[in-house]
């Protein structure tokens, strides 16, 4: 019975082959994806198209809504807050180099013996395990203009900047907030996939007098670029829809228009501003926009997966 | 060659003490929050960060009592628990079925689970919420329980099926000769080979459920979780921070003395699951 | 190894069990509850009062029970939106008077002929009312922005502390004085937008006539007009005169300001008559002796007398959707009842909006220039000004105090979203 939907190896895969009771067999692997499956359609999936539905209307949450087309649309591609969240969001995705080579460099350096490496690899960690709330409370209070971190570089000699209250600093700042409170996450998943690269080939390498940055750079990146990958969209998926709490704790949205993602815009027009359907339409571009992003993420997904 | 290696090392200890100043860092805050809930609300307020020399314990007897959070405490126990095991066997039969079974629509199945992925929770807040009232989950830990599995769900699913994908195919072929059925399968080998990406995913899903805010607030609006019991301490004008602290220092408490013990289980557990091995 | 094999399995197990009891969790329900929602009833100062009004309401209605359910106020119009759009929720709310309380009249029952014998004990039903004139809302309290200061620093200038400025040309001179002396004038916290706000609502409570009021209301008074433009001018050039401490825009009006406030670090502060950083708050950290308070003078115009800019602060509103209008009206009343607002008054230091509490009993010298000025106010601005356009000064206040735009972009750009706000 097992026999039939069991792939021998990834190739068989391809096409299905079927025998007697392969549709039981069938049925009952659809068993297997269903309660999956209905959590996602129901929960996710379903109230995604509902959030559609309304972007064309003038839902207010309080009367019924009004067919009112592209209205909305029209509204958000001439509303100077939106433009700006996207000039920050892009900003935010440009950092992405930083979120990944961070971690990469310290988790060679770990993987090569730095002293006390064990503890770093334990400690950095640890940010990680707090809630964003916990977080932005405590940087709340480091980051302002009479806080610790302005004491300390003070008492360095440097001059103290705002750094949540002027435009230039506030959206780097919060960025490495959250980079400092994530970084640990990736840095772990780098140990590891560093752990897997073989050290024959790394002698190998040393033999040939390769110089240890062009062995880095030349061998080991490229042999645990799936793993970086990996990193680089868990990392991207993270930036875009896990921010919120960061935000609303460490600067809202301020100063001006400098530290709101759409992601926080879309939950200020839905509760201060009572717009859901203005707020659907924005979440439908942000939808959108993700969706390109997506296309490449499920293929490197899809593959790391093998399917 | 000895010259070199002496050079490679001296280089990194000069590294390893910018590594120690973030390591620093990373435990500051901890000590931050404890030496607030130290100190009275007036203390706090004329000194806040010097190091606390006359400290006070009624903070936390405040908030464990006041505050409702032993309460609380106990409903992100049994929310976390209950949708964490929820999500490990939910995630481990889909990503058995989609890496090793063989059906109609798999890939779109798939695909489907990976958008859902990309979905900010503020996108589907108010249909989400209409969708919880319809189906009566409102107000109910196991409503609370099914929410956050349908929301970590899918991450879930795509570690699992990675995961089952790299696994030597001989282990099938040899069940399958004997005539074990899908279930079986499962049970007795999908499992327990499952197992390193099932404790990954036990602990990041136990770190998302226990520190989430918005689903929870939602959904339970009577019982309250700690997370939510703590941002409420916030109140509208964030009053009192040693009090806040405090409750911080409780919320936080369980996790981390988690993560003390199975330190070493999670770091190679992360490794295990998120590794192509 | 073979243990955590076990213990996994035992936990899928488990976990089975547990999603197949899920359809059998059933809830049974008590004779009839009433749901409150606030984000007040958790605070200490103001458990008090609210376990009175419990109690009272339970014992006149047997078999009801009244349940407060705290919301985080970072989330309290999010959840309310969301309720509000399902229908289904709370009883009774509490809510802001002003824009907050008005932009969801739509989803409050009308009160009017409920609340007829309470109309004349208690004040501030405008900022709970619809166009119409009907009222949705049971003000609990009387709001206002009064300054508070610190006599200690005045005197250290070499200011008389009991003489408060009556003009903006004195209070700039007593800025000065204090900026001479090495103290800050005024302490302010504009991270959230909140300092912006209370100034500009302050500061033109004594500037506009009560037809500027007005016009301001229905969106005919411009923020381009000469007065309003006045007073964003005055909020640029009070920072450039140096009345303010660096890092405003990173500084959280709620508690940072008041707090810096109450560690003597700057003179003056914009504070509030309820709720917090009020008389009772800075009594407690200052000595009350040592607290002073006054009317913010106008920018420009008025007619020489300083009222308190004083409005319904926050209020209990009835929801549509609740299944049982009369006993959550009856609810929404207790909560104004003089027993209750007593304890309120005492407990909490809100100035309440029942006029029968005995206050008489007060000794700070602020608290009894505050309970003095109620009788003749002046309207609170920013509680008739649009969401969108609060949010909009907000963001354009930080940016002018960053110099990323100029005073005659920045209420260009508001003229814009006024007249968009207030089309409707």
Known sequence: ?307 | MAEVQTREKRILRILSIPMALLALSAIYPVFFAINAALKTRKGYVLDRFGITTDPTFANFSQAWNQSRLSEYFYNSVVVTVGAVLVLLVVASMAGFALAILRFRGRKIIFITILVSLMIPVQVVLVPFYRTMIGLNLIDSRPGLIIAYTAFFLPFSVYLMTAFYARLPRELFEAAQIDGANLLKVWWHIMLPMGKPALVTLGILNTLYCWNDVLISLLVLQDQRTLMVGIAALRGEYTTNVPLLAAGICLAAAPIVILYVIFQRQIVNGIAVGAVKG | MKTTNRILRAGTMLATALVMTLGVAASAKADTTLTVWDWKSGDPTTTPYYDKVKADFEAAHPGVTVKFVMQPHDQYYTLLGTAIAASQGPDVVLVHGGSQAKERIPAFSKLDDKVADLKARVAGWDEFAGADGSVYAVPISIQGLAVYYNKELYKKAGLDPEVTPKTWAELDAICAKLKAAGTTCFALGNKEGYGADFFYSAAAANALTAEQQAAWTTGDLKWSSPEIKAIVQKWVDTQKDGWYAEGANSTAKFMDEYQSFERSENANTIGLLSDVAHWKEFDEFLEPQNVGVYVLPPVSGGDGKLRMPLAGGIGYAVTKFSPNQDLAAELAKSFAATPAMQVFFESAGAVPSDTAVDTSKVESPSAKVVLGSLSDGAPLLHNNTSTAETEEWHRQSQMLFTGETTVDKAVARLDEVQAQAKKK
């Open chain 1, 1 to 307: 019975m097992t026999e039939t939907v069991i792939a021998k190896d990834s190739k068989s895969a391809a096409t299905p082959r079927r025998k007697s009771g392969g549709h039981n067999a069938e049925r009952l692997a659809y068993l297997f994806v269903l309660p999956a499956l209905a959590l996602v359609v129901v929960f996710r999936i379903i109230p995604l198209i509902w959030g559609l539905g309304y972007s064309f209307t003038d839902y207010d949450g309080m009367s019924q809504p009004r067919f009112v087309g592209f209205d909305n649309y029209i509204g958000i591609a001439h509303d100077p807050v939106f433009l700006d969240s996207l000039v920050n969001m892009l900003i935010l995705l440009a950092t992405l180099p930083i979120w990944i080579g961070l971690p990469l460099v310290l988790a060679i350096l770990i993987h090569q013996g730095v002293p006390g490496g064990k503890i770093f690899r334990a400690v950095y960690f640890f940010p990680a395990v707090l809630s964003s709330v916990i977080v932005g409370a405590i940087f709340n209070v480091l980051l302002r203009y009479d806080g610790s971190f302005n004491l300390f570089l003070k008492a360095m000699g440097f001059s103290a900047v705002d750094w949540l209250g002027n435009s230039s600093t506030a959206l780097f700042s919060l960025i490495a907030v959250q980079l400092w409170s994530t970084f640990g996450m990736s840095l772990l998943i780098f140990i590891a996939g560093l752990s897997t690269v073989s050290s024959e080939m790394l002698e190998a390498a040393k033999l040939d007098g390769a110089k240890l940055l062009q062995m880095w750079w030349h061998i080991v990146i490229p042999s645990i670029r799936p793993i970086i990958e990996f990193a680089a969209v868990v990392t991207t998926i993270g930036m875009l829809t896990s921010m919120f709490g960061l935000i609303y704790v460490l600067t809202a949205g301020g100063p001006g228009t400098s530290t709101i993602l759409p992601e926080f815009l879309i939950w200020l027009e839905q509760g201060k501003m009572n717009r859901p359907g203005y707020a659907s339409a924005i979440s439908m571009v942000l939808f959108l926009m993700m969706a390109g992003l997506a296309a490449i993420q499920i293929r490197i997904m899809s593959r790391n997966a093998d399917i």
